[in-house]
């Protein structure tokens, strides 16, 4: 049995205290704007507090936990969507658990728009180094923070600035 299927039940008990605290640190990174997708949303508990989003999670038991949620049962190495359908990804402390992290993040790459925005956190043990060398070989820019016992890695959209008009 998948491991995440196994702990699905008491999993909201045991984590969503320290997750809400390590969202409240990084929520305010990035903007949100768009449609996001939420790589291994799990029970959904930081997924709800994004407005139109989409979660993704390889538990069917952690799926089961998301109430009024648009989830889909997929893994982050092959998401099951077009290229460039998303203005955002997000994911919360879930590459770690990853078995593919190089084929996640090409994923990634893949399924956000050009100009979209990232944020990413990741447990801080020994897969970091991994998660940290993928991220950077695929998207330039990315800055670099700590909360808690996550790792952020996040790209803001880059804002035009209107040109003023002189007449
Ligand atoms: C530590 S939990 C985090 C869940 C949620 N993001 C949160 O903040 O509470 C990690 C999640 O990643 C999911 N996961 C692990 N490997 C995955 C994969 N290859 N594809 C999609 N989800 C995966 C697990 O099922 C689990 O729900």
Redesign the pocket.
């Known amino acids: 049995m998948?491991y995440?299927d196994s702990i699905a039940e008491g999993?909201d008990e045991l984590?969503?205290d320290e997750?809400l605290k390590k969202w409240e640190k990084c929520k305010a990174l990035i903007n949100f704007n768009g449609v996001t997708l939420?790589?291994?949303?799990?029970?959904g508990?930081?997924?709800k507090k994004i407005r139109n989003v989409i979660g993704?999670?390889?538990?069917i038991k952690?799926l089961k936990q998301c109430k009024k949620l648009r989830v889909v049962l997929?893994?982050?190495?092959n998401l099951p969507f077009r290229k460039e359908s998303f203005d955002t990804v997000f994911?919360?402390?879930?590459l770690q658990?990853?078995?593919?992290i190089r084929k996640?993040v090409i994923e990634i790459k893949r399924v956000l728009r050009k100009d979209g925005e990232l944020l990413i956190t990741v447990?801080d043990k020994k897969k970091i180094s991994i998660v940290r060398s993928e991220l950077n070989k695929k998207f330039n820019g990315l800055k670099e923070e700590n909360i808690g016992k996550d790792v952020v890695f996040f790209k803001q959209r880059r804002i035009q600035h209107r040109r003023q008009c002189t007449s």
């Not at 939420?38 to 029970?43: A, L, N, W």
């Open positions: 998948n995440y999993y984590y969503e997750q939420d790589v291994g949303c799990g029970t508990f930081i997924t993704v999670d390889s538990s952690m997929a893994s982050a190495e994911s919360f402390t879930a658990d990853v078995d593919n996640a447990l």
